[in-house]
């Protein structure tokens, strides 16, 4: 039966979804498997089917010959769970090695989008495989999908509660986050569209959304795409340096290690110096970012002037120092 297995063209589908094993009754390790694996009847050969898991499906003495052998393979087949080749488990494997990593640094939506690019290959969280990297794969779904509700319940509580701008940034970012898991698309999007409904927590959405993009920028490790991130965190604290929105904004900064910059000046037309002094413009101050200063002339249009050509005094009134 075994050399069957191995030789017979018409049964080569059903055998390549098994691992053929041959254990000799009398060898070194039948000790071992027949502890861990009991059996029917006292006769050569004895016939075993174990599953992915370990879980024993069939232990019997007798071989199965003719029509019988694709029958009982197929049977057994319908047990086995969803079976995945060599490539696949392979890719499930560094799919989830890549989504706990993201997760130990604090990155649920690389951890979500690394699962759900699993999607390809079944149903994340219900593969129905028992192949190990596959159950792994369903648990760390299932696990996201608990943090994204969590997440949600947290923000609605505060929404509930004082913490207005809170609870409207958590439910923005736990849109953004866990929004593709198909368990909550529905249920996030909805909370999110609901933040419009209420003129009180309508009025929070704008600087929410700016606060969000920014910190997701800022926690991307290309270095250009981080620094873009900082100079918009920085921007979210110098125009409104008292609000929610700063708060977070700053700490964010100095978990990065950049000190916040300074409250920019009141809105205002002055004359603006270069270190020279031979170049000036009536101008008022928009923004200071990323090491330039953005004015707006009398004509409304807007030029950018790199902070060190500006005049010291110049410079510190740009950045309130």
Do not use: C
């Not at 094993?21 to 006769?43: A, C, F």
């Amino acid at each position: 039966m075994l050399e069957r297995l191995s030789t017979d063209p018409s049964i080569a589908t059903l055998v390549a979804q098994f691992v053929p094993l041959k254990v000799e009754s009398d060898g070194p390790h039948w000790g071992e498997w027949s502890r861990k694996y009991s059996h029917e009847g006292n006769t050569i050969p004895i016939l075993f089917v174990i599953r992915a898991d370990g879980e024993k499906l069939y232990g019997k003495s007798g071989a199965k010959q003719g029509d019988e052998l694709p029958r009982f393979l197929l049977e057994h087949l319908r047990n086995a769970g969803t079976i995945f080749s060599d490539q696949q488990l392979a890719t499930i494997t560094t799919a989830v090695a890549d989504a706990d990593k993201a997760l130990g640094e604090g990155d649920a939506l690389t951890a979500v989008k690394r699962i759900e690019s699993l999607r390809k290959l079944g149903t994340p969280g219900k593969f129905g495989s028992h192949a190990t990297a596959a159950k792994q794969a369903d648990d760390l779904y299932v696990k996201l999908v608990e943090q994204g509700r969590a997440a949600l319940s947290d923000a609605q509580q505060k929404l509930d509660g004082d913490d207005k701008f809170a609870g409207v940034f958590g439910v923005i970012s736990a849109n953004r986050i866990y929004g593709s898991l198909v368990e909550l698309r529905k249920e996030l999007a909805s909370a999110e569209r609901d933040l419009n409904k209420s003129p009180e927590l309508k009025a929070h959405v704008s600087a929410a959304e700016s606060l969000d993009r920014a910190l997701t920028l800022a926690s991307q490790k290309t270095p250009a795409v981080q620094k873009s991130g900082i100079a918009a965190l920085g921007a979210i604290v110098s125009r409104s340096p008292d609000s929610p929105a700063a708060e977070l904004a700053k700490a964010r900064l100095a978990e990065l290690g950049v000190q916040a910059p300074a409250p920019l000046p009141a809105k205002g037309r002055r004359t603006w110096t270069d270190a020279t002094g031979k170049f000036k413009i009536e101008a008022e101050l928009v923004r200071v970012a990323d090491g330039k200063v953005e004015l707006k002339k009398t004509d409304g249009t807007t030029i950018s002037v790199p902070l060190d050509k500006l005049s010291a005094a110049d410079q510190a009134i740009a950045t309130g120092k």
